[in-house]
């Protein structure tokens, strides 16, 4: 290095070779590019500035804003649950995102015959023996309801104590007795 060049590098301030890093001109030119962003960003905390300056000089304004503020009870238990409420918001978007992610695709199997009718068949293999069996079970009373209407004999005590000797009774006794005991426990 010639004396001269090391003058001019002693006279040369340092963020001039500070300038000349590639990286520091990359980010120039970036920030160069956003100069309008951040011009409408500047401008627009300027106004809200200017409101806020107009709103607190506005006696009427404010005087409202405290009408209604009191108007409703804002206690420190309230602050502390908008708090929390805060807090949990995150927890609560991902929650709010899942049902309508779930809401979407609802939707979506709803409007799909294909899926409609699968879904359908699959319902009706776990349905059909129920009802099938809700069915027997109606028929069965309603022939029972039919029979005892039909019917117009009176019961003697001799007639009564000669079904208790049919196993049929005795089961079904055995049935009501049980079911008296468990309800008598669940009681309990």
């Known amino acids: 290095m010639a004396i001269s060049e090391f003058k001019q590098e002693k006279q040369r301030p340092e963020w001039v070779s500070e ?3 590639p990286e520091v001109q990359a980010s120039l030119a970036d920030l160069v590019r956003k100069m309008p962003e951040i011009q409408k960003t500047y401008q627009s905390l300027e106004d809200i500035v200017l409101f806020a300056q107009a709103f ?5 304004s404010i005087d ?7 108007q409703y009870s804002i206690n420190e238990e309230t602050i502390k649950s908008l708090v929390t409420l805060m807090e949990k918001l995150p927890s609560i978007v991902r ?5 309508e992610e779930l809401t979407v695709f ?3 199997v709803l409007k799909d015959t294909e899926s409609m009718a699968y879904i359908s068949g699959m319902l009706h293999e776990y349905v059909d023996p129920f009802v099938k069996e809700g069915e027997k079970g109606m028929k ?3 022939e029972i309801k039919k029979r005892a209407e039909a019917k117009h004999q009176t019961y003697s005590l001799l007639t009564i104590m000669k079904w208790l000797k049919d196993p049929s009774v005795q089961k079904g006794l055995g049935y009501v007795h049980a079911t008296l005991e468990v309800l008598s426990d669940n009681k309990k």
Do not use: A, F, P, Y
């Open 64 to 70: 409202r804003l405290e009408e209604k503020i009191t």
């Open 95 to 99: 929650v709010v995102e899942q049902l």
């Open 106 to 108: 609802m939707n979506s």
């Open 140 to 142: 069965l009373v309603n």
């Open 56 to 60: 607190l000089q506005d006696r009427e």
């Open 19 to 21: 300038l000349e890093q």
